[in-house]
């Protein structure tokens, strides 16, 4: 264990330098799906041997790897890419710090816990936000750009989750959650699975409540009811009032994505709540 600098800038240095290899990691993910998505766009779906579109002719791809399966793809690594940022919270960020006892090294060296973890919240955060805003911008881009090729809509998990502020919340969620985790168990490899797993379950549960988080359109009537193309269906069915049918139109889209951001982003503040506060009773 090496101490860590005292004064001036010198801790954040130190936390850049001892997580340069999982900031340069994300880097290259950020630019590689980017790059993915570009050429998606730019390519692959202007091919017709690579638009998933049912073959008159003998087809000349045989590979099974489609625009539209691809940009699937590409959308659950944007969307989902928070239960890799909850494990390196829990594992490499925090607690390996703790087993390891450097943390407790830099509080005996005039470091005060929370500055430490003001420091280690505050640089990957900063590479999160800015790295999954060039993310959701990119998808944002691709999923508009050919959307008759596409075999998904509006509210598909994925792209309901990746074509927005959401896909940031949960990671920055997922940050604050891996911290608490590894405050809780100090225990390395205990804490990476344990928050991968707590951010997956809040995945869950929100995308199961998720049609139900603003006020669905309804319809009723005497006889059986259709929705609109392009609609979530929520409920339909019979009652004593007669025929009745629920949905989601596709202009609901923002409000219910930015409710959703707005549960994750609150739950991730109090996350960061109970860590500083976990933390001085531990350091006290």
């Known amino acids: ?126 590479a999160v936000t800015a790295g999954g805003t060039v993310l959701v911008l990119v998808y944002r881009w691709a999923f508009a750009a050919h959307p008759d090729l596409l075999q998904q809509e509006w509210p598909d998990a994925n792209a309901f989750t990746a074509r927005g502020p959401l896909a940031v919340a949960y990671a920055l969620c997922a940050l604050a959650v891996g911290t608490l985790t590894a405050l809780l168990l100090r225990r390395t490899l205990a804490a990476l699975g344990v928050a991968a797993a707590a951010m997956w379950l809040l995945n869950a549960v929100l995308t199961y409540c998720r049609p139900h988080l603003w006020p669905a359109v309804t319809r009723t009537g005497p006889h059986a009811l259709d929705w609109p193309d392009r609609t979530w269906l929520v409920a339909r069915g019979k009652n004593t009032h007669g025929y009745f049918v629920s949905y989601q139109p596709e202009s609901h889209y923002l409000p219910l994505h930015l409710t959703e951001t707005a549960i994750v982003l609150t739950v991730g503040v109090l996350a960061t709540v109970l860590c500083f506060r976990l933390l001085r009773q531990r350091a006290g």
């Open 1 to 126: 264990m090496s101490a860590l600098p005292l004064t001036g800038g010198g801790l954040p240095r130190t936390v850049l330098r001892l997580h340069r290899p999982a900031l340069l990691t994300w880097i290259v993910f950020v630019a590689g799906v980017s790059g993915w998505l570009v050429w998606l766009t730019e390519v692959a779906a202007k091919d017709p041997d690579r638009q998933g579109l049912p073959c008159i002719d003998a087809c000349a791809s045989t590979t099974g790897f489609t625009y539209p399966l691809e940009m699937m793809w590409a959308g659950a690594l944007v969307g989902y890419g928070f239960v890799a940022v909850a494990a390196f919270a829990g594992g490499a960020l925090i607690g390996r710090e703790l087993e390891s006892g450097t943390a407790h090294l830099a509080w005996t060296q005039g470091i005060t816990p929370a500055r430490w973890l003001t420091a280690k919240l505050a640089l990957p955060a900063l």
